[in-house]
């Protein structure tokens, strides 16, 4: 079976269609490559083809490259993987070089063929880069269209000459959203920007790529970077304009990424170097530096997290093999924030939702902050008017539980208290059907206690949603002691219809994701407290890749909240609990009204807008900085393993069943090192050794938390890594 399919018609103009058999969306795989490129000599050196078109026998034009190839190349080059990593890529440019220059004299450049792209929807990575290399983009006028370059994502970067081509296209500054950012564009903006040259109604796409085909002029298809006196928009890096730019550029990316991610800095390098000399030889260079990015652990690991791993668990890899589990009915019960956001990305999936409060007013501010999201949506031109209505239809908001009948799945998220949730879990269970399922949204309660409420415990499961729920993409899924797998699987599909990507764990005290967050705000305050400069934590913890420092993170999510996670934590454990030393911290700071960014007061300052305003100057006479500060290594390893260990720990003792889900939710859920691949991919890559090294060095100094464990001794002995698959089988 083919991947492209070639014809020719009766005025003349072949058509490669991409349209790769049983597959919703084309990746291109080398063998496809190959194809392209046969088709391309065949139009080429056949003298009754006039010219050609490249499109898409499906609703969209192509989602990239396949990334299970690119994780691979490194393993399947040889001896010297560089170098076949290199000549695989240089491959790739030859064949979108070819197209690029259709059999036009290399001097002259006259005699070429026109080839045009005609994109019927989203055109991702190489789905662009192709297009790049051809003398025409249209796309037809589809809204839900993405068009863009998203590799920095997940740890590469344009390297089929989409970083050398959008350069040259539209300067540095132009290019640095697409390229930098991973910024995806709907067809009308892509246009407006001069990534693409035109936009016409779907069923014109064909029409009218074969009516540029047939009336192109010959000084129409080589590329300006082709072309004598062609200067680059904005200006080369050694122009006074242009040297602005690239330090801007340089600053920008520094700025947001704080060194901590090789792409970025690779690319940069890449695009600046490739600036200052002829194309075919900026294209070498934008190899050799993907090359560089290929084979840095970090590009594996990125890959291996964020599009592989999160790729199967969205497609249910842990599912339960039950029958399907669709939701078509929730009710959620709460109209606060969490369950007002659960009601916002239910209803936008299609799903009746009848939202729940003890008062009606309460019920109805509930679904207004849906109609406060639509209506931004609508103002910013991302939705109509129409769909808005139609979502808003979907969202009942009552006090009467009798609304909850015909429901297949609750969703309850009232107080954290156990008293209030198992009320509100006797009244619904009094009129849902008996075959529904019932979560409840919590972040640290046990779940098999929260069951005992339940007249139906093998039905009862755990779904914590995090906040803000429309915009963060992780749910993890909790099992309590009696969950059965319908249960699993009706909470799987329904994190599979709002477009999430869930995690499934075993009961156990604060989870997974709470399990491994509070250890790393609790070690960012006992160094305050211990005299270390909070200046020195929080940038510890930036230059690692984390998204916050500590300190912030636990102004975000309140001092008061964790001041009561503390209290409930110390009567639970009793004389092992061991973080005294923080609540002297955090009850000072509670004490004394700093409560957060809600309060305007934290470890931070803010003005009146609730603007972070930099560190809050007294934090020095509260914790005095010690004479001698900390190296910064330390303080690094310090924050790390405070996550990284309990991620282990969860896995040992059963709470995690799955590394890829710890690997996942870790970046998803806080934001843990992207760069690393998560937990355990830091670790392989780190080497189980090195870090049973650190760990003993840390635990002479700092104590018994930092004592590595069991798992991880086993496997420094025996030299395993987590993804080599012993460990991960043992565990």
Sequence with gaps: MSDFHYAVDGDGVATITWDIPNKSMNVLSLAGLQELSDHIDTALADASVKGVIITSGKKDFAGGMDLNIIARMKEEAGDNPAKGVFEGVMAMHGVLRKIERAGMDPKTLKGGKPIVAALPG???????????????????????AKIGLPEIMVGIFPGAGGTTRVVRKLGVMMAAPVILEGKLNDPKTAQSIGLIDEVVAPDQLLARAKEWVLSAKPAELPKPWDQKGYKLPGGAPYTPQGFQMFLGASAMVHGKTWGAFPAAKALLSAVYEGALVPFDTALKIEARWFTHVLMNP?????????????????????????????VKKVGILGAGMMGAGIA?????????????????????????????????????????????????????PTTDYAALEGCDLIVEAVFEDPKVKAGVTAQAEAVIPETAIFATNTSTLPIS?????????????????????????????IKGKATGDRAVAKALDYVRQIRKTPIVVNDERFFYANRCIIPYINEGMRMVGEGTEPALVENAA?????????????????????????????????????????????FGMVDEGRLGKKANAGFYAYDANGKRQGLWEGLSDRFPPAETQPELTEVQHRLILAQVLEAVRALEAGVLEDIREGDVGAILGWGFM??????????????????????????????????APKLLRDMAAKGETFYGGTARKAA
């Design 122 to 144: 989203t055109a991702l990575g190489i789905g662009l880069e192709l297009p790049l290399a051809c003398h025409r983009i249209i796309a037809a006028d589809n809204p839900k």
């Design 542 to 586: 930036r230059l690692l890749g984390m998204p916050l420092g500590p300190l912030q993170l636990v102004d975000e999510t309140s001092l008061d909240l964790g001041k009561k996670i503390a209290v409930a934590t110390r009567a639970a454990m009793g004389n092992a609990y061991p973080d005294g030393a923080v609540d002297e911290i955090i």
């Design 298 to 326: 970090s590009s594996g690991a990125m890959i291996r997290s964020l599009f592989i791993n999160k790729e199967a668990l969205e497609k249910g890899a842990n599912r339960p093999k039950v029958p399907d589990e669709t």
């Design 674 to 707: 992207p760069w690393s691949g998560g937990p355990f991919g830091w670790l392989d890559i780190m080497g189980a050794a090195k870090v049973v090294e650190i760990c003993d060095r840390l635990s002479a100094k700092h104590g018994p938390r930092f004592e």
């Design 449 to 477: 206690e929260l069951a005992k409420a339940s007249k139906r415990p093998e039905q009862f499961i755990g779904i914590h949603f995090f906040s803000p729920v429309d915009k963060m993409l992780l749910v993890e899924i």
């Design 344 to 396: 916002y990305v239910s209803a936008m999936a299609g799903i009746e939702v009848v939202l729940i409060d003890a008062a009606q007013e309460a019920a109805e501010r509930g679904k207004g902050y849906s109609q406060g999201l639509l209506e931004r949506a609508v103002k910013r031109g991302k939705s109509t008017a129409e769909k808005m209505a139609e979502v808003l239809g979907r969202i009942t």
